[in-house]
Nanobody
């Protein structure tokens, strides 16, 4: 059974930076893609960024393009989300998720992903 664990969340000031990590463990580490989602208080969960496991292709939500960067370290079974120029609207719980079956929902669609971490909270405020 695949397990995901996020870390690196915290309180940062607007314009600051934060780096989130997600480590994967379990019986199956071969997957199609892994992604970051976030959910702000009172808001729907939204896709932030996705990276393809085979070729490293990345996808970003328009709201974070140019500010966030997704990367991976296969030796450590870890992906990262480098978040720069943070804004108050980035405040949310950030979740890591993996797509094992490659269904047709889309790279940033919630229903595309089968396994989820518990999340790490990011608060952007003065």
């Amino acid at each position: 059974q695949v397990q995901l664990e996020e870390s690196g969340g915290g309180l940062v000031q607007p314009g600051g930076s934060l780096r989130l990590s997600c480590t994967a463990s379990g019986f199956t580490l071969n997957y199609y893609a892994i992604a970051w989602f976030r959910q702000a208080p009172g808001k729907q969960r939204e896709g932030v960024s996705c990276i393809n496991n085979s070729d490293g292709t990345t996808v970003y939500a328009d709201s974070v393009k140019g500010r966030f960067t997704i990367s991976r370290d296969n030796a450590k079974h870890t992906i990262y989300l480098q978040m720069n120029n943070l804004k108050p609207e980035d405040t949310a719980v950030y979740y890591c998720a993996i797509d094992v079956t490659n269904t047709a929902w889309g790279p940033l669609a919630i229903m595309e992903y089968e396994y989820w971490g518990r999340g790490t909270r990011v608060t952007v405020s003065s």
